[in-house]
């Protein structure tokens, strides 16, 4: 499965963005999808998570009640709506997936088993 993510960008702090991740080779909905974020010298950090038929989500402690995570899995693409953006949500934001024979949890406590993107650029101005 190929993953391309889309809608990073520069927004001032209190704003909002949408990023996209787009599937192919696969139908989108016989995977667990996340999002994953690296800022420049740290590890990669888990933020958000959806099951494949959507109608389960799951959220780091940071980022709980400012994202969600959605997903149209006629269109093979999931979502994460960023609102009231921090300087410290600056980062590279990746999409990854998990086939739904993995255990929901195992796409944030196992992520390097899963398929990757490449990643798309927030940066929040203060």
């Known amino acids: 499965v190929q993953l391309v993510e889309s809608g990073g960008g520069l927004v001032q702090a209190g704003g909002s963005l949408r990023l996209s991740c787009v599937v192919s080779?696969?139908?989108?909905?016989?995977?667990?999808m996340g999002w994953f974020r690296q800022a420049p010298g740290s590890e990669r950090e888990f933020v958000a998570a959806?099951?494949?038929?959507?109608?389960?989500?799951y959220y780091s402690d940071s980022v709980k009640g400012r994202f969600t995570i959605s997903r149209d899995n006629a269109k093979n693409t999931v979502y994460l709506q960023m609102n009231n953006l921090k300087a410290e949500d600056t980062a590279v934001y990746l999409c990854?997936?998990?086939?739904?024979?993995?255990?929901?949890?195992?796409?944030?406590?196992?992520?390097?088993?899963?398929?990757w993107g490449q990643g798309t650029q927030v940066t929040v101005s203060s």
């Open positions: 959806i099951s494949g038929g959507g109608g389960m989500t």
């Open positions: 080779g696969d139908t989108g909905k016989f995977y667990n």
């Open positions: 990854t997936a998990q086939y739904i024979t993995n255990q929901f949890g195992q796409l944030w406590r196992a992520p390097d088993s899963g398929s």
